[in-house]
């Protein structure tokens, strides 16, 4: 069965940092990956994603992922967080694109001034 | 073009009380999702259907709860009777099944059972 692990369930980082979050996956094919944010009260707003093709995405607001079949991750990455950032961020995977959609537990993200 | 479609936004109940909430996926979209969202658990899929048909509903709680979705531009969820502990914030979500499989999400339903 495929999974989604979030090793980092806190993340504070300044206003103006880089960051980095960790996403790993199981499941034996390559499978569609993304990664949403969540913002409080909101729903979910898809960032980018990746199923197939370069293994660099880029995103809105700035991010982007990378795909890493020998590790079975797709971090998120974004070289400069602004305070508008501070959400929480969620890493998902599809084994096929009429299947189901599997959450990690979600990363929360501080933003310090 | 509007996005999916949740009613009501907010909804305070007492226990044992049926409680029903409801789904306007984007048009065109032919499969559609309930998830529920807590503290505690996380994000959970209760069910999904494609073309108007569930084909998952492993991740529905017990038989208190039940969906449905009569035609593509509609569904819902019901909880009777609810409980403190189905008290969660409730997502809907859509998609064009065949393309790059992402999902497009409401903006929620809070449910509080007292």
């Known amino acids: 069965a495929q999974s989604v692990t979030q090793p980092d369930i806190h993340i504070t980082v300044s206003e103006g940092a880089s960051l980095e979050l960790r996403c790993n996956y199981s499941?034996?094919?390559?499978?569609?990956l993304f990664w949403y944010v969540q913002s409080p009260g909101q729903g979910l707003q898809l960032l980018l994603k990746?199923?197939?093709?370069?293994?660099l995405v880029q995103g809105i607001k700035g991010f982007e992922a990378e795909f890493k079949r020998s590790q079975s991750s797709f971090n998120l990455r974004k070289p400069s967080v602004h305070w508008s950032d501070a959400a929480e961020y969620f890493c998902?995977?599809?084994?096929?694109?009429?299947?189901?959609?599997?959450f990690g537990a979600g990363t929360q993200v501080v933003v310090t001034p | 073009d509007a996005g999916v479609i949740q009613s009501p936004r907010h909804e305070v109940t007492e226990m044992g009380q049926e409680v029903t909430l409801r789904c306007k996926p984007i048009?065109?979209?032919?499969?559609l999702f309930w998830y529920r969202q807590t503290m505690m658990r996380g994000l959970e899929l209760l069910i999904y259907f494609n073309n108007n048909v569930p084909i998952d509903d492993s991740g529905m709680p017990e038989d208190r709860f039940s969906a449905k979705m009569p035609n593509a531009s509609f569904s819902t969820l019901k909880i009777q009777p609810s409980e403190p502990r189905d008290s969660a914030v409730y997502f809907c979500a859509s998609r064009r099944a065949g393309e790059s499989g992402e999902l497009f999400f409401g903006e929620g339903s809070r449910l509080t059972v007292l």
């Open positions: 048009s065109g979209h032919n499969s």
């Open positions: 499941y034996g094919a390559t499978p569609y």
């Open positions: 990746y199923f197939s093709g370069d293994t």
């Open positions: 998902a995977s599809l084994p096929t694109s009429w299947g189901k959609l599997q």
